[in-house]
């Protein structure tokens, strides 16, 4: 989306490293910060979502921070997995939701 | 049981042609969404209908126009086909109106191809 900016576009992580993918967003307003994953030939899946009254938020290997005052929040993978390999997207409403521009995750086994 | 649903799941055509993408979700959701992904796999909106009325319609060609018969259904058609519509079209939607903090629950895509 032209308002949400995700680097990088792509990353290769050896199996059992961490990946990192961060965004940016440009309306100060946006409250509710989701990330997809896309698999090869697949649909799009929430993986996991914050919204802006808390600064982080874990699921397993997966965790989120947010940061309101610069506007930029980031999907943390940790101990990668050759399943973790796919294209991750991070998404910020303004008047729609818009998605970054996408991070394809490579893990090399 | 499949929550959203499109068909067809490809569709191979000639330019200049006229086709039609269908939707369904079992969810009971309110709101429902299409989005191109390109080559380049940027996901970009194109409508979003809430409880059968167009809620966003984005800078589309007036060559594509959605319709929702009703709340579980949102179509999409597509007249005089050019080479730069073939993407992956995917169906989305999300329960209440609020749609830009939810999530959305997207289906299977179609993969349009214009020869």
């Known amino acids: 989306g032209e308002n949400v900016e995700q680097h990088p576009s792509t990353l290769s992580v050896q199996e059992g490293d961490s990946a990192v993918i961060k965004c940016t967003y440009s309306d100060s307003a946006s409250n509710y910060f989701p990330w997809y994953k896309q698999e090869l030939g697949k649909r799009p899946q929430l993986i996991i979502d914050?919204?802006?009254?808390?600064g982080e938020k874990k699921d397993q290997r997966i965790a989120v921070t947010l940061n309101k005052t610069a506007k930029h929040f980031s999907l943390h993978i940790t101990e990668t997995q050759p399943e973790d390999s796919a294209v991750y997207f991070c998404a910020a409403p303004e008047s729609k939701l818009s998605f970054g521009a996408g991070t394809t995750v490579t893990v090399r086994a | 049981d499949t929550a959203v649903s499109q068909t067809p799941k490809y569709l191979v055509t000639q330019m200049g042609n006229d086709k039609s993408i269908k939707c369904e979700q079992n969810l009971g959701h309110d709101t429902m969404y299409w989005y191109k992904q390109d080559s380049k796999k940027f996901l970009k909106i194109m409508f979003s209908?809430?409880?059968?009325?167009?809620?966003i319609n984005e800078t589309v060609p007036n060559r594509f126009s959605p319709k929702s018969p009703d709340k579980a259904h949102l179509n999409l058609h597509i007249n005089s086909l050019e080479l730069g519509d073939s993407a992956v079209y995917f169906c989305a939607s999300s329960q209440g109106e609020l749609a830009v903090q939810e999530t959305q629950y997207f289906g299977p895509g179609t993969r349009l191809l214009v020869l």
């Open positions: 209908y809430n409880n059968k009325e167009l809620i």
């Open positions: 914050i919204r802006s009254n808390v």
